[in-house]
């Protein structure tokens, strides 16, 4: 079969359009220009500016912005306390970093199944994957969808565990009416041009408490401080600054920060159109055999950053691959988010083996992304929608 040309019909578009892009208007350039002929490139004002901008709107004491998501995991893995000999369970199902944060600090990750319908982490393989040697959990917010958190942080709170939510795809979504962001130990989020707003790189970790901040805003910058209640010799002069721990230059430049604040004004219109387009997808794709539709929590009032279609491939005589790869013959920039982590051979050859998590190996053998951001068209939609209709159509048994 050739997936090129399906029954040598063109494309269903000229131009191929992607799963996600940023999405950058006049008001962006005019905040990135104005820093460019400022005094400040970097450790200016404007970081500072977003770190109150993105605490105000999810509603935490304090926000730290850091040089990008998985940065910003790491230091919230450091500011825990993760060292050698402890273990963090983090889901299967999501980008490598959610794990990589806790090896970074010599901790070991243990992996947890999902639910077979959200896709999010299963509470009960967490309780069951909990020991003596857990330190912390790290819930990942996948697709933007809310984690039930509230059995997690009881959990938590029984085994004295801390709470590390990974929101890099969940800035904005509310779970039971708070924001995700203001309800556990620590919350990281990414600024990546594919997430909801953007930085270029670029994160922020939320937390409500005074001595997390204090660690994350140390650690972002080597260690280094000049804080005169904190340093060890306070007979020497104003230049004087001490290093106090192992920390790492993760600062976010001030260029960056203008952009995202510039991009905060429009978040809330980003999410509205996101959720238009999920809506629109769920609509449309449930109409087709073989199609399932990622199920949505009533507490979770979601801003989605992925569109998932999961496949039953009982239904066609064909892999996902070849499925896969009609698309992009479409001009429809699929993709498919994630591989297990364990599955990565970095992983494997730490000792993970396949088969630990049969539901997030399932989801990913049958899942495809679908193109979702801000910047779609209702035409771009369709185009979508007719793509995935022709060739489901072109292979089903």
Request: glycine share 6%; aromatic share 10%; with cysteine.
């Amino acid at each position: 079969m050739n997936n090129i040309a399906i029954k040598g019909d063109k494309p269903t578009r000229e131009k191929f359009l992607p799963y996600g892009r940023q999405c950058i208007d006049q008001d962006d350039i005019d905040a990135v220009v104005s820093v460019l002929k400022g005094d400040f490139l970097t450790t200016g004002p404007m970081s500072d500016k977003l770190e109150k901008k993105v605490a105000e709107y999810v509603g935490a004491k304090y926000a730290v912005s850091i040089s990008n998501g998985t940065a910003a995991l790491h230091a919230a893995c450091y500011a825990a306390g993760i060292k050698e000999g402890d273990e963090v369970i983090v889901p299967a199902m999501t980008f490598a970093a959610s794990a990589n944060c806790v090896l970074y600090c010599g901790g070991t990750p243990v992996f947890a199944d999902i639910n077979p319908e959200t896709y999010n982490i299963d509470v009960n393989d967490i309780e069951r994957k909990i020991t003596d040697k857990t330190k912390a959990i790290i819930p990942v917010h996948f697709t933007g969808q809310a984690v039930d958190l509230d059995p997690i942080l009881e959990l938590a709170k029984k085994h004295n565990l801390i709470v590390i939510e990974d929101a890099a795809h969940a800035l904005g979504t509310k779970y039971k009416g708070k924001h995700v962001g203001s309800i556990s130990d620590m919350t990281e989020f990414s600024f990546h041009p594919v997430k909801t707003v953007t930085t270029g790189e670029g994160g922020m970790i939320t937390t409500n408490s005074k001595e997390l901040y204090d660690k994350l805003m140390l650690f972002r910058t080597h260690c280094i401080t000049r804080d005169k209640d904190v340093i060890i010799n306070k007979e020497e002069g104003p230049w004087y600054y001490e290093q106090l721990g192992l920390g790492y230059n993760y600062r976010i430049t001030d260029i960056q920060c203008a952009l995202g604040l510039s991009q905060m004004n429009k978040l809330d219109s980003f999410i509205a159109r996101r959720k238009e387009l999920v809506n629109m997808y769920n609509r449309e794709l449930s109409k087709i055999d073989g199609v399932i539709i990622q199920k949505e929590e009533e507490f979770s009032d979601t801003s989605r950053h992925l569109y998932i279609m999961k496949l039953d491939l009982e239904k066609f005589n064909v892999t996902r691959r070849e499925i896969f790869e009609a698309l992009l013959a479409e001009n429809i920039g699929v993709n498919v988010h994630y591989l297990p982590v364990y599955l990565h051979p970095y992983y494997q050859e730490l000792g993970y083996e396949k088969g630990l998590c049969p539901n997030a190996e399932e989801l990913y053998n049958s899942m495809i992304t679908l193109p979702l951001h801000p910047n779609m068209t209702d035409e771009d939609f369709s185009d979508v929608v007719k793509a995935v209709t022709k060739v489901l159509d072109y292979y089903r048994k």
